[in-house]
């Protein structure tokens, strides 16, 4: 384009050759930010707090609520198995919702099942529930210590909150389970 006069040029041409100089320029300017190690991790954790405020307001605004894991008082519940869906707790992630039901559901067969079964079946499903209990105890335990640091995004905060509920559920209901099958055990009877 070296003989060619700007009238030949079409105005659109000229109109994308400004925007590319004026991201070129903006370009420039980022990349000068750039140069001062300092300068840009302040920046950038400055960008990420307000990202992060921005986000919980959009929540909040929507109806979330980040404290409603104290909604339901596990220790007012005996059987959670006891409660209608009405009084469940409340989980924000689905996939909880739906763990939840399934663990409802598994625990309630149970519940019968002990009613007929021998013995030696209810001894080995007391081992495993004990093992079981242990497992959930330990990762009630990371949850909370997890959540006492402080440092994570709210995003975070409100999964790890909603976790440590599903393990108090599933620890309540597996204490439940555990010492109808020790009276099993020790009465002997089918």
């Given at each position: 384009?070296?003989?060619?006069?700007l009238t030949s040029v079409s105005p659109s041409?000229?109109?994308?050759?400004?925007?590319?100089?004026?991201?070129?320029?903006?370009?420039?300017?980022?990349?000068d930010d750039l140069d001062s190690?300092?300068?840009?991790a302040d920046a950038l954790r400055a960008r990420e707090e307000a990202e992060a405020a921005i986000e919980l307001e959009k929540l909040q605004a929507g109806g979330f609520n980040f404290e409603e894991e104290n909604d339901f008082d596990f220790d007012a519940v005996d059987n959670i198995l006891d409660l209608n869906e009405t009084t469940f707790p409340k989980f924000?992630?689905?996939k909880n919702k739906a763990r939840f039901l399934r663990m409802v559901s598994w625990y309630r067969?149970?519940?019968?099942?002990?009613?007929?079964?021998p013995v030696s079946g209810v001894t080995k499903l007391f081992k495993q529930q004990s093992k079981e209990l242990e497992?959930?105890?330990?990762?009630?335990?990371?949850?909370?210590?997890?959540?006492?640091?402080g440092t994570l995004t709210p995003s975070q905060r409100s999964y790890r909150r909603d976790e440590l509920k599903m393990c108090k559920v599933q620890e309540k209901m597996a204490v439940h389970l555990i010492s109808k099958l020790q009276v099993k055990i020790?009465?002997?009877r089918r």
């Open positions: 384009m070296q003989n060619t006069d041409t000229v109109k994308e050759d400004k925007e590319f100089k004026k991201t070129d320029r903006e370009l420039d300017t980022d990349s190690d300092e300068d840009s924000t992630l689905a067969q149970k519940e019968e099942w002990i009613e007929v079964a497992g959930i105890r330990a990762s009630k335990m990371d949850y909370e210590m997890e959540l006492e640091t020790k009465s002997g």
